[in-house]
């Protein structure tokens, strides 16, 4: 009793502290920026971020159902000027977040970006560039555009030019080009990566290659051949180490030449592009059904002939091309694999390239320096067989399985909802099943040798195998998954949260499916996407209205909808009471250009979807962070004051009683007006 009038005591201090700190336009970013100039024909331009305390910036790697990275455009890149390399950053700080159960990396109080150009005409004289980013602190997120204009005559740019909004502006230097500011500080060091993370990956992929019919047979070959050929067993140990560190060179050095070739950081930003991933979704495929056994991926036979000429000169030289014959000869084996570990690391940006081949080569050239220093141990090698194809198949179904993640990253980015979760689910239920049934013996493919009897090791594979198949089919259903997080696209992002064909609710009767336009929302909860729709639907329905301002990526957005959304009373309400509209502030759609505008109140172009409700809220309720929750009756009026992050389950229930009790008391008096009548 007393807990209750404490909290409906303090409620109405509460929630105009809560209209306080949410009704208002948040930029807690703020920028500048800068123009270095390399040569006359080379500039830098710099862009510094100073952050509001309590309040972080997502850096501009982010894995693909994380939260929005930092990216930047830059208006006729390729035409007037090239980008020289990708968008390099300042040191973020990266934790584990609990919301995604995925490591994130993001910026504290400060943050620096740098990219460097160069001219191809001569005559220009303005680089426009456009940041997107959010921000987010521990109640609340923002998602943000900003345009800058860079001079690189010297000649100050008119304020309107660069002007984004009059209530939310950031300050801006268009610094004119002067050979001093070539002195400017150097960029702070590479943002760290989980490195050691990338060398295991790497080195247990190597491991597997060392295991296909490609590797394993040349192991003992070759340090046969160094022993034999050596004057003495220590001349064979030294000559193998060396041909190991010539493997591990030639590895490194093509890692080398992709970070070299791509930028350190131009892949990553690549990652959620649309793009860019069907493309790796081919080439994936491509990869899978080389080592099913559809075709074999070799290198002109050429090649090969030319280096082993190479390597009969004997000497040192003679064993670095030793080690890139082997190169040559396994890429039918090992290509897949690289390109996928290369594919993966590129994806990471900095030096991960790099590391990754480092930790693959190892793994390959490990047992050729073992061997020759003990080479008894070569009697203790399983032979050469059938099981070498049967680890290339293996191989085969997950790089099969991987590819449709890189087409699920596609799909997300649009949001097309064609590789929803239940598909996905249902694909990989198929790949690993199928994978199964080879593994007991049941399915042949064109390279396996007859098999009278799986031995145990195969046998024990297989059930492994099964047992993850079965895990992965209560998924259908709605079961979280949480061994294979990150994998699959977000329960949200399914035909329903609970699973195909399940009707779970909290009392709604909705046994002729969803109302027209309407999606199943968390937990259930009947969801427009659309303003107009749903509010129709809801004065056909006599219930009141709850906007929810709202983000794909939105961290605190998630945190409400996990645990306060989830508890049963307000849930309840949010199934029964209301009608709830989801406005997703940072949806990418383009709108149609007849419905593009330029806002009145912030001066931007309002070109997607995500923008129109972003500038419906600031401009309708005067705030721009999420989550921000609006209940609203038939004509549009608030109904309260309205809240953005709560985790006060029992608190977040009063405030929507609150709206739902005024909703019914000015209800009933229009009603009894309209019989006096």
């Known amino acids: 009793m007393f807990q209750t009038l404490i909290r409906k005591g303090f409620l109405p201090l509460f929630l105009l502290f809560q209209t306080i700190a949410f009704s208002q336009i948040l ?3 703020h920028w500048e920026t800068e123009l270095n100039k390399i040569s006359e024909t080379e500039y830098e331009l710099i862009f510094h971020a100073e952050i509001e305390p309590h309040w972080h910036l997502y850096a501009t790697e982010m894995p693909a159902e994380g939260p929005n990275p930092t990216t ?3 208006e006729a890149a390729g035409e ?6 990708g968008v390099t950053q300042s040191e973020p700080e990266v934790e584990y977040d609990q ?3 995925m490591d994130l990396a993001y910026f504290s109080d400060e943050a620096q970006f740098r990219q460097k150009i160069r001219l191809k005409n001569p005559d220009l004289t303005r680089i426009n560039a456009e940041i997107e980013y959010q921000s987010c602190d521990d109640k609340a997120c923002t998602y943000d555009t900003k345009k800058f204009a860079f001079s690189l005559n010297g000649e100050p740019i008119e304020a309107e030019t660069t002007a984004t909004s009059a209530k939310n502006s950031s300050t801006q230097a268009a610094a004119a080009p002067s050979e ?4 400017t500080a150097t960029l702070e060091p590479e943002p760290k990566q989980n490195f050691w993370g990338i060398f295991f990956i790497a080195f247990l992929s190597g491991f597997a290659a060392l295991l296909t019919p490609c590797v394993f047979p040349m192991i003992p070959m070759t340090v046969s051949f160094f022993t034999k050929q050596s004057q003495s067993r220590a001349a064979g140990i030294r000559n193998a180490i060396f041909y190991g560190l010539a493997i591990i060179v030639i590895y490194v050095f093509l890692g080398t030449l992709v970070t070299v070739i791509f930028g350190a950081d131009s892949l990553n930003a690549l990652s959620t592009n649309f793009w860019f991933n069907i493309i790796f979704f081919i080439l994936l495929l491509f990869f899978a059904f080389s080592f099913l056994g559809a075709y074999e991926i070799v290198l002109p036979s050429s090649w090969g002939t030319k280096i082993d000429s190479k390597a009969d000169k004997g000497g040192f030289v003679g064993i670095f091309f030793m080690a890139l014959a082997l190169a040559i000869v396994s890429f039918s084996c090992t290509g897949p694999i690289v390109g996928t570990l290369l594919v993966d690391a590129a ?5 991960a390239p790099v590391i990754g081949m480092l930790g693959f080569s190892s793994a390959i050239a490990l047992p050729f320096a073992l061997f020759a220093a003990f080479p008894g141990w070569l009697n203790s090698l399983p032979k050469s067989g059938g099981w070498l194809n049967t680890v290339k198949v293996f191989l085969g179904f997950l790089e099969l399985a991987l590819a449709f993640k890189f087409l699920s990253n596609a799909d997300l980015v649009l949001q097309m909802h064609f590789l929803e979760r239940e598909v996905f689910l249902a694909i990989w239920i198929t790949v690993f099943g199928v994978l199964a049934f080879y593994l007991f013996g049941k399915i042949r493919l064109p390279h396996d040798s007859p098999l009278e009897q799986i031995s145990v ?7 492994l195998v099964l047992a993850f198949t079965i895990y992965l089919i209560p998924g259908l259903w709605g079961a979280p998954l949480k061994l294979i997080s990150g994998f699959p696209p977000p329960l949200q992002y399914s035909e329903s949260p609970y699973g195909v064909g399940n009707s779970k609710g909290g009392g709604v009767s909705n046994a002729s499916g969803l109302p027209e336009n309407a999606v199943f929302g968390p937990h259930d909860i009947i969801s427009f996407h659309d303003y107009e729709e749903g509010m129709a639907y809801a004065k056909a329905q006599g219930l009141p209205v709850m906007i929810d301002f709202t983000g794909h990526a939105c961290v605190n957005c998630r945190k409400m909808e996990e645990r306060v959304w989830s508890e049963p009373q307000v849930l309840n309400v949010l199934k029964n009471e209301i009608v709830l509209i989801s406005l997703y502030v940072d949806d990418k759609r383009e709108l149609p250009t007849s419905e593009q505008y330029v806002s009145e109140e912030t001066g931007k172009d309002i070109e997607t979807i995500g923008n129109k409700w972003s500038d419906f809220q600031i401009t309708r309720y005067g ?19 309205p809240i953005g992050y709560q985790p006060d389950a029992d608190a977040y229930l009063e405030w929507l009683r609150e709206g739902i009790d005024a909703f019914s008391g000015d209800t009933t008096m229009k009603s009894k007006t309209a019989i006096f009548q």
Do not use: C
């Open 457 to 463: 090791g195969r046998l024990l594979t297989g059930l």
């Open 99 to 101: 919301v995604f159960e």
């Open 180 to 183: 001093e500011s070539a002195e």
């Open 80 to 85: 007037d000027y090239e980008l020289i390399g």
């Open 27 to 29: 930029n807690p970013v």
């Open 347 to 351: 994806s990471k940006g900095g030096m």
């Open 623 to 641: 705030a721009n962070a999420q989550p921000y929750y609006v209940l609203i009756d038939h004509q549009e009026n608030k109904l309260n004051a």
């Open 72 to 74: 930047f455009t830059f």
